[in-house]
């Protein structure tokens, strides 16, 4: 088998790329590395290529015969897609169909897409499966969610296969410590408790301690990284196995306050957390928490890396030593 990572320096890529060179599965590497790092890919079979240079992306596709896309590359926050929806409509949407055009060019038939929880908008009940309806309340929601109706049209008019996976919150690191969470500028909760934690001059600001929620802060479904990146190899698998199209979330199943997890980062570390309470994030939703039952049923896949504090300690381990 033979697969294509795009995006595959960011995040959950990297950690992807990594489970598949355990594997021996044969990867190549697409990455504009604006926002990735070449040092979190662990192959040499790296090439820096932008999605939106659908010339160069086409010269990829005719130098290898890929069996599956696994789909990477999108602005991914939440706040910045409110402050500037033209980057997130045009860069996120243009990125998947050229792709999917390169895919019916060269006849790749399977695809895995990196989709969100943020289709399902503010929860009407929790938790959210993934018949829950899709309303998003903010434009990085808005991507995914369209990604998927293109999807679902482009296999009815033309039988390209995928698996959307709606991730939920994407946490910790691989457990060597090769490889971790590293964005600039770093957005993330647990970065950035750790980073209270470590750096003197820095303080954290809790988004609000007035939801309605166990103890007033948002409530979120953490899901260790390289739970996430296997289930992209079952989902690849299970397409190439004659599985046919879904949406499928992934998460835990269970949720942490912001206050949990700044408590629980304290006793990992012994050290205190210095943090200050502010307003609430605009396009956040109180609680986010997965049914994950369909991915254990239809991948076969486990959460075995994801309780609260392999997440945490894998996190604290990356961020005292992180490699870039
Ligand atoms: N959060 C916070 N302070 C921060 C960053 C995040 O209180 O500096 C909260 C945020 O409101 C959300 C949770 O932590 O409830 C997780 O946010 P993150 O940005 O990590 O992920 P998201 O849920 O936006 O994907």
Known sequence: MKVLVVGG??????????????KNIDTVVVDNLSKGHRKAVLTDNFEKVDILD???????????????????????LVGESIKNPKLYFEENLNGLLNILDCMLKF??????FSSSCAVYGNPQFIPLTEEHPKDPINPYGETKFFGEK????????????????????????DFEGRIGESHNPETHLIPLVIKSILDNNFQLTVFGNDYNTKDG???????????????????LNYLLDG??????NLGTGKGFSVFEIIRELEKISGKKSKYKIGKRREGDPP??????????????????????????????????????
């Open 107 to 112: 006849k790749v038939d399977n695809i895995i």
């Open 243 to 248: 599985g046919t199209s879904d949406c499928i």
């Open 54 to 76: 659908k010339k160069r992306l086409e010269k990829i596709f005719e130098k290898y015969k890929f069996d599956g896309v696994i789909h990477f590359a999108a602005h991914c």
């Open 9 to 22: 320096a960011g995040y959950i890529g990297s950690h992807t790329v990594l489970k598949l060179k355990e």
């Open 150 to 173: 293109i999807l679902k049209r482009y296999e009815e008019a033309y039988g390209i296969k995928f698996i959307s996976l709606r991730y939920f919150n994407a946490a910790g690191a």
């Open 287 to 324: 609680i986010l928490v997965a049914d994950n039952k369909k991915a254990k049923e239809i991948l076969g896949w486990k959460t075995e890396n994801s309780g609260i504090n392999s997440i945490l300690e894998s996190a604290f381990k990356w961020h005292t030593s992180p490699k870039f």
């Open 217 to 235: 802060s948002c409530i979120r479904d953490y899901i260790h990284v390289l739970d996430l990146a296997e289930a992209h190899i079952l989902a």
